[in-house]
């Protein structure tokens, strides 16, 4: 009997000991978990910044059709020439013709040209249009691709979503650091894979805020909108107030 519970005890410690875990093994199993994580992030961050890289090209050739736009409607509304000019008038009256004098009855301005630049003016807002719904697209894919990112670190078991992590977004804030240098040499000399998630976040609270500001300035736009306002619009679409220059610098130097 005594011999019987001795193998009975044996055998349940050899069972006991087959399904203790092996540190090793989960040390393995955790390597390759992180690296498979790191790299899927690693190739979400590429696809974002691909989209990133469109999404500038589509502001440069927003800028243009709104510059043209400004341009198209200053043209129709420039004033006629100053006759008061004893210069000006000296010149009408040395080439004083029949064409000169119905030039002047119409405003300084051909029906061609007023045509023309009706046309343009046409062409400049729905290109505008168009714009926003392009850029509108790409903003949904970066807004995929940044939870597809979060997805994949929450899978892999991460404490904190990064896009909740305070502290993790601060530290890729060159605005919360004492200059872009330091930044590269410290904190991004190695980034975590948190932090590509985070910068994807803090760049896509970015561009979408400047596509908010696009949106109100293509809407706003009218044959009324004063010379002024056009000029403002110019220049706010050119700045990107929303777009913080060194945080773009530094996401694009992490780009493999």
Same mark, same amino acid.
């Given at each position: 009997?005594?011999?019987?519970?001795?193998?009975?005890?044996?055998?349940?410690?050899?069972?006991?000991?087959?399904?203790?875990?092996?540190?090793?093994?989960?040390?393995?199993?955790?390597?390759?978990?992180?690296?498979?994580?790191?790299?899927?992030?690693?190739?979400?961050?590429?696809?974002?910044?691909?989209?990133?890289?469109?999404?500038?090209?589509?502001?440069?050739?927003?800028?243009?059709?709104?510059?043209?736009?400004?341009?198209?409607?200053?043209?129709?509304?420039?004033?006629?020439?100053?006759?008061?000019?004893?210069?000006?008038?000296?010149?009408?009256?040395?080439?004083?013709?029949?064409?000169?004098?119905?030039?002047?009855?119409?405003?300084?301005?051909?029906?061609?040209? /007023?045509?023309?630049? @009706?046309?343009? $003016? =046409?062409?400049?807002?729905?290109?505008?249009?168009? +714009? %926003?719904?392009?850029?509108?697209?790409?903003?949904?894919?970066?807004?995929?691709?940044?939870e597809d990112a979060t997805a994949a670190l929450q899978t892999a078991n991460e404490q904190l979503s990064p896009l909740?992590?305070?502290?993790?977004?601060?530290?890729?804030?060159?605005?919360?650091?004492?200059?872009?240098?330091?930044?590269?040499?410290?904190?991004?000399?190695?980034?975590?894979?948190?932090?590509?998630?985070?910068?994807?976040?803090?760049?896509?609270?970015?561009?979408?805020?400047?596509?908010?500001?696009?949106?109100?300035?293509?809407?706003?736009?009218?044959?009324?909108?004063?010379?002024?306002?056009?000029? /403002?619009?110019?220049? @706010?679409?050119? $700045? =990107?107030?929303?777009?913080?220059?060194?945080?773009? +610098? %530094?996401?694009?130097?992490?780009?493999?």
């Amino acid at each position: 009997m005594d011999n019987e519970n001795k193998i009975n005890n044996t055998a349940e410690a050899r069972n006991k000991s087959a399904y203790k875990p092996n540190p090793e093994m989960e040390s393995e199993e955790d390597k390759k978990l992180e690296g498979e994580t790191k790299e899927k992030v690693f190739q979400i961050f590429k696809d974002f910044f691909t989209r990133v890289a469109k999404l500038d090209e589509l502001v440069a050739v927003g800028g243009r059709l709104l510059t043209g736009f400004q341009q198209g409607l200053e043209f129709l509304r420039r004033p006629p020439i100053n006759k008061t000019s004893k210069l000006i008038e000296n010149i009408i009256k040395a080439n004083e013709t029949k064409r000169l004098k119905s030039y002047f009855e119409v405003g300084c301005i051909t029906s061609h040209d /007023s045509v023309e630049n @009706m046309s343009k $003016l =046409r062409t400049c807002l729905l290109g505008l249009h168009d +714009h %926003l719904i392009k850029v509108k697209s790409l903003l949904n894919d970066l807004k995929c691709l940044l939870e597809d990112a979060t997805a994949a670190l929450q899978t892999a078991n991460e404490q904190l979503s990064p896009l909740l992590d305070k502290e993790s977004v601060e530290r890729l804030d060159p605005q919360e650091n004492n200059g872009e240098d330091e930044m590269a040499s410290s904190q991004l000399q190695e980034p975590q894979v948190t932090d590509y998630a985070a910068l994807m976040g803090i760049i896509y609270n970015m561009v979408k805020q400047d596509y908010a500001m696009q949106e109100k300035i293509v809407t706003s736009l009218n044959l009324k909108s004063s010379s002024g306002e056009l000029e /403002s619009y110019c220049l @706010m679409w050119s $700045l =990107r107030p929303y777009v913080n220059e060194q945080t773009m +610098h %530094l996401a694009w130097k992490l780009v493999p």
